[in-house]
């Protein structure tokens, strides 16, 4: 087996373990949302470099499907209309947006953090959602940080030491 899947395996069996204990007792009760973060650090490039600009577009992505939730329940057409409406019009502003900001916005991040909020929250409504939008923004940058770089950062320190 190569060093490189060894530190890596260590790396993701021992660090998201903790963030998933250690989430539920900050509060946090979407903690996986930060493995789903973390597999858009991997697939950006796992580069620190786009971490801001990730970290950006994902609490984007936040407001985002907050104001998407508002929306849909409050334009005053059918459900499947406002529906159609919100994500047809966010969807083509959250692109426009990211490209002309591209130096600070990720896109990807916005648009898998957007339907990642969209799924945590929409089931309970803008009304039952109380603190998600910040637990979910949290554990966003916990993807990035802590899960996403942290393991690379983890895996690149075992193989700088290992003999």
């Known amino acids: 087996?190569?060093?490189e899947v060894l530190a890596l395996a260590i790396g993701i069996g021992l660090l998201p373990p903790i963030w998933a204990v250690a989430s539920g007792h900050f509060g946090i009760t979407c903690g996986a949302v930060a493995l789903i973060c973390a597999?858009?650090?991997?697939?950006g490039g796992n580069a620190v470099e786009n971490g801001l600009k990730m970290s950006i577009g994902f609490l984007m992505a936040d407001l985002w499907?907050?104001?998407a939730m508002w929306s849909m329940e409050?334009?005053?057409?059918?459900?499947?209309?406002?529906?159609?409406l919100t994500l047809a019009v966010m969807?083509?502003?959250?692109?426009?947006?990211?490209?002309?900001?591209?130096?600070?916005?990720?896109?990807?991040a916005v648009l898998c953090g957007w339907a990642v909020g969209l799924t945590v929250m929409g089931p309970l409504?803008?009304?039952?959602?109380?603190?998600?939008?910040?637990?979910?923004?949290?554990?966003?940058?916990?993807g990035v940080w802590y899960v996403g770089w942290g393991v690379d950062a983890f895996c690149k320190l075992l193989l700088k030491n290992w003999k």
């Open 1 to 3: 087996m190569k060093k």
């Open 65 to 67: 499907a907050v104001i």
């Open 39 to 43: 597999g858009i650090y991997v697939a």
């Open 125 to 142: 409504g803008t009304a039952g959602m109380g603190t998600l939008p910040i637990q979910i923004g949290v554990a966003m940058l916990a």
């Open 91 to 108: 969807g083509f502003a959250a692109v426009l947006i990211a490209s002309a900001l591209e130096k600070w916005i990720y896109l990807p």
């Open 74 to 84: 409050n334009l005053p057409f059918a459900p499947d209309i406002n529906t159609f």
